[in-house]
């Protein structure tokens, strides 16, 4: 199961698209993980709290970040199934402290009640470079100016 979907968020004066891309961490998708990573801003490495394997290879996925993403990228590592506390097999603490060794954060979530969904996106959003909107994003600027060179030429001269 693969899905991709769009989600726009408003943070304080900015307006933060999201184009998240979800492979459920399935293998048949790893190949190709690059093609979604590269470029990407921001990336969210979500684990099962309930489950110590899913922990491990979370982290194999950050060391690929880490060294093919894009150096900027805002990372975050997510405890999913927070909701199943009885189960827990990753301590908030382990997790916590990879994160901060890392240079990510963490926050646990759980998609079943929605804890921390929307928090966690809004915390990537406020860790986002700020980028200004381009002068002129349709075209290319010309020199005009003082010091700028015209260059004429005529046919059949």
């Excluded at 110590?52 to 150096?71: D, H, M």
Aim: hydrophobic share 45%; with cysteine; aromatic share 10%.
């Amino acid at each position: 199961m693969q899905l991709f979907f769009s989600q726009t968020l408003a943070v304080n004066d900015a307006t933060v698209k999201f184009e998240i891309w979800d492979t459920a961490g399935q293998e048949r998708y790893h190949s190709l993980a690059p093609m979604y990573y590269r470029g990407a801003a921001a990336a969210i490495i979500v684990f099962d709290i309930t489950n110590q394997a899913s922990f491990e290879r979370a982290k194999k996925w950050v060391q690929e970040l880490q060294a093919q993403g894009n150096p900027n990228m805002v990372m975050a590592l997510a405890g999913n199934k927070a909701d199943l506390l009885d189960a827990r097999k990753v301590s908030a603490e382990e997790a916590e402290i990879y994160a901060q060794e890392n240079s990510l954060f963490f926050m646990e979530t759980s998609a079943k009640t929605a804890t921390n969904v929307k928090d966690i996106f809004y915390e990537i959003a406020k860790r986002l470079p700020r980028v200004q909107p381009a002068e002129n994003p349709t075209g290319m600027v010309l020199p005009n100016g003082p010091g700028a060179t015209a260059v004429s030429s005529s046919c059949c001269a």
